[in-house]
């Protein structure tokens, strides 16, 4: 089977729970790429992350090309990412977070409507809460694309990290030492520079896991919180949004995260963030 010109970016920091799932999903694609990058974010588990990549490397070494990329110190999610995205060498390139995992059509459906559509630069889609004893949601048919905003992004980020794929030549990158909410500027960044953003309107990718109890929780939603206002302000600052634009955007972040306070100081369990079942 001929793959498609897809690099698959793992950014992959304590894992060696979970990846062997995120790279089975990926291997087992009806249509898979052409390599997938794991870049090791110079974890602090006394080599067993690095240890379980190889292993994986071996175990797949007949299905798909596994380039391992260890990183010298800690870079953080995005610059994992980057690191990984320099190393690429493939014209699209699409990111699995290293305890999610994708539906096995993910990537001929939506590099299909890349491929279809050469003017599309980033390309999400709907993504799925697993839990135990949940199936996984069927997935329509024939499935549509939507168009993405640069405006809308600002009140909602409707394109999860594990459902991007972007042609690897579009002229921005994740934010260097930025770890909260990374992926949304860099959307953003895309969309307001005029390139065209669409979502695929079918759940396929999944989340595993979900926030439990309220311990540390607090302190994670307001360095999101902190994120996405950083966010607010690098956009304002190159002139991508207005005063006005920003005064809005960031009374609605404000509002949004209040809301999140008080409904999780209720809730035992707390969804991963703008998952709510099918999104």
């Given at each position: 089977?001929?793959?498609?010109?897809?690099?698959?970016?793992?950014?992959c920091?304590?894992c060696?729970e979970t990846?062997?799932?995120a790279?089975?999903?990926?291997?087992?694609?009806?249509m898979?790429?052409?390599?997938?990058?794991l870049v090791?974010?110079?974890?602090d588990?006394?080599?067993k992350?690095?240890?379980?990549?190889?292993?994986?490397?071996?175990?797949?070494?007949?299905k798909?090309?596994?380039?391992?990329i260890?990183?010298?110190?800690?870079?953080g999610?995005?610059?994992?990412?980057?690191?990984?995205?320099?190393?690429?060498?493939?014209?699209?390139?699409?990111?699995?977070?290293a305890?999610?995992?994708?539906?096995p059509?993910?990537?001929?459906?939506?590099?299909?409507?890349?491929r279809?559509?050469?003017?599309?630069?980033?390309?999400?889609?709907?993504?799925?809460?697993?839990?135990?004893g949940?199936?996984?949601p069927?997935?329509?048919?024939?499935?549509?694309?939507?168009?993405?905003?640069?405006?809308?992004?600002?009140?909602?980020?409707?394109?999860?990290?594990?459902?991007?794929?972007?042609?690897?030549?579009?002229?921005?990158?994740?934010?260097?030492?930025?770890?909260y909410i990374?992926d949304?500027?860099?959307?953003?960044?895309i969309?307001?520079?005029?390139?065209?953003?669409?979502?695929v309107?079918?759940?396929?990718?999944y989340?595993?896991?979900?926030?439990?109890?309220a311990?540390?929780?607090?302190?994670?939603?307001?360095?999101?919180?902190?994120?996405?206002?950083?966010?607010?302000r690098?956009?304002?600052?190159q002139?991508?949004?207005g005063?006005?634009?920003f005064?809005?955007?960031?009374?609605?972040?404000?509002?949004?995260?209040?809301?999140?306070?008080?409904?999780?100081?209720?809730?035992?369990?707390?969804?991963?963030?703008?998952?709510?079942?099918?999104?």
């Amino acid at each position: 089977m001929i793959p498609v010109p897809v690099s698959v970016i793992i950014p992959c920091y304590r894992c060696a729970e979970t990846i062997e799932r995120a790279v089975a999903s990926v291997a087992g694609q009806t249509m898979p790429p052409a390599e997938i990058l794991l870049v090791e974010d110079f974890s602090d588990d006394g080599g067993k992350t690095l240890e379980a990549l190889y292993r994986l490397q071996r175990k797949y070494q007949d299905k798909v090309t596994i380039i391992i990329i260890p990183l010298e110190n800690n870079q953080g999610p995005g610059g994992a990412r980057n690191s990984g995205w320099d190393k690429s060498g493939q014209p699209y390139i699409a990111f699995l977070d290293a305890d999610d995992t994708w539906h096995p059509e993910k990537l001929s459906i939506q590099y299909g409507f890349m491929r279809n559509e050469p003017d599309i630069a980033l390309c999400g889609h709907q993504s799925a809460w697993l839990r135990e004893g949940v199936s996984k949601p069927m997935l329509a048919k024939p499935q549509s694309l939507s168009a993405i905003s640069a405006n809308s992004l600002l009140f909602k980020n409707t394109i999860q990290t594990s459902t991007a794929m972007l042609k690897r030549d579009v002229p921005f990158r994740f934010k260097a030492g930025k770890r909260y909410i990374e992926d949304l500027l860099l959307w953003q960044q895309i969309a307001y520079s005029g390139l065209r953003v669409a979502r695929v309107e079918s759940p396929l990718s999944y989340v595993h896991k979900a926030f439990y109890g309220a311990g540390g929780l607090s302190a994670h939603l307001w360095n999101m919180e902190k994120g996405e206002l950083d966010n607010l302000r690098v956009l304002f600052s190159q002139r991508n949004i207005g005063g006005l634009m920003f005064l809005a955007a960031v009374t609605f972040s404000t509002a949004k995260f209040i809301k999140r306070l008080v409904v999780t100081r209720f809730m035992r369990v707390v969804e991963p963030a703008s998952i709510r079942g099918v999104q």
